[in-house]
């Protein structure tokens, strides 16, 4: 008897601790979420410059997910300073955490050869 009481005493206490809230933000809360994945959209050119990349808009227009008020904006990455790299033209240029992603949307005149996404890790 004394083993079911202190049991269920037990029991109705974790079930009591944990439906009441809590302070303490869940390892899942909105404020711990973070995107995995964040477009700088259609650059008319992507340049690396070894410990950054030079992305050209051409124009303030349209691109504000981007570089907002600016047409040139700069994206620091790890890695020492080299000669410009041109990665062209891409359709889309995304930061997908551990490495970028080039979409060409051909296989035709982009640096990543035979394939119209590539991509480089960081």
């Not at 950054?52 to 020492?80: D, E, M, Q, V």
Request: aromatic share 14%; charged share 20%.
């Amino acid at each position: 008897m004394q083993f079911t009481t202190t049991f269920l005493t037990l029991a109705a206490v974790a079930l009591g601790v944990t439906a009441l809230p809590s302070s303490e933000p869940e390892p899942y809360a909105e404020s711990d979420i973070t995107k995995r994945e964040t477009s700088y959209g259609n650059p008319d050119l992507v340049v690396d410059q070894g410990d950054r990349w030079k992305l050209n808009f051409g124009s303030t227009n349209g691109h504000n997910n981007a570089c907002p008020g600016h047409y040139i904006c700069y994206i620091g990455k790890s890695g020492s300073r080299h000669g410009d790299q041109s990665w062209g033209n891409p359709d889309d240029f995304v930061d997908e955490g551990n490495r970028w992603r080039f979409n060409y949307g051909s296989a035709h005149g982009n640096p990543c050869g035979d394939h119209y996404i590539c991509y480089y890790n960081k």
